[in-house]
């Protein structure tokens, strides 16, 4: 049900009535996180998004020159085998068993995606850049946070961007239920994942609206979600840099690189 709840999220606008309710974590996975709020998401981001790239200054935190290139699409070539290749016989079978169709084209680019987003958010030297210590919450929280992104982005793109927002999110949640049982969780383990969903949902009202509200507010709301209000609050201005950056590289970044997953986030750490 809650997936389905976040199908409809995806669309624009919701009433305080139409979010999910929201909990404090107390999932031992998820130590020293904090209530979140906000209802709401954003509407018409594209035009805000380069508007506000790199809007935090670098005078924020002197010591660190991570973040500090402009804007550019993240758009990259896609690998993918050249399936026209193939002899015809496997290429009507492929056809027959609906492999070019729009719908698995969509599920394709949501699996090469997430994949992109996991391959950035468990970056050893991304976790250095920002002074943030990796561990399940640190890395639960930078792959939310750029699931987020992703689906912002996605948001422009209609009904395509729906569908593929949704099967990213089914992608990103199969794997948040691996690592919850990888971390050794063998009981209450559908508390613990309805906590993290809530976490999520959570996450994602609360950038949507920092980035509605004065610039201060991102800062503070990455302070509380991503470092769980641990350690020096400037660390969070160096990820508020990199996030802003990001949005204005994906609004440059072509529709259709986004739905086939063609994008690679920035490595200027």
């Not at 026209?84 to 698995?104: C, H, I, K």
């Not at 599920?107 to 976790?127: C, D, L, T």
């Not at 996450?203 to 709301?221: F, H, M, P, R, T």
């Not at 979600?225 to 204005?248: F, M, P």
Request: aromatic share 8%; with cysteine; net charge neutral.
């Amino acid at each position: 049900i809650m997936r389905r709840v976040f199908a409809n999220h995806l669309g624009g606008c919701a009433t305080a009535s139409q979010q999910p309710p929201l909990m404090h974590i107390a999932s031992p996975l998820l130590a020293n996180s904090s209530h979140l709020h906000g209802v709401g998401s954003i509407k018409d981001l594209r035009d805000g998004f380069v508007r506000n790239a790199c809007s935090t200054a670098v005078s924020e935190d002197p010591s660190s020159r991570a973040f500090t290139s402009k804007a550019t699409s993240l758009e990259v070539e896609d690998d993918s085998a050249n399936l026209d290749e193939l002899p015809t016989y496997q290429r009507l079978a492929l056809r027959m068993a609906g492999f070019y169709s729009r719908e698995s084209q969509l599920i394709r680019g949501a699996e090469k995606m997430y994949a992109e987003v996991v391959a950035q958010s468990m970056n050893e030297e991304i976790y250095a850049a920002l002074k943030l210590e990796k561990n399940f919450r640190s890395q639960f929280a930078l792959t939310s946070l750029h699931i987020w992104l992703v689906l912002a982005r996605l948001r422009e793109e209609g009904k395509d961007g729906k569908q593929m927002s949704q099967a990213l999110y089914d992608t990103f949640w199969e794997d948040m239920e691996r690592r919850v049982h990888a971390e050794g969780v063998k009981v209450r383990v559908s508390k613990w994942l309805k906590e993290l969903e809530e976490y999520f949902f959570g996450s994602c009202v609360a950038y949507d609206n920092a980035l509605k509200a004065e610039e201060s507010a991102l800062d503070a709301a990455l302070f509380r979600n991503v470092y769980g209000t641990q350690g020096d609050k400037k660390n969070a201005a160096i990820l508020t840099r990199y996030l802003r950056r990001e949005l204005a590289s994906l609004a440059m970044t072509d529709g259709e690189a986004v739905l086939k997953g063609c994008i690679k986030f920035s490595r200027d750490y």
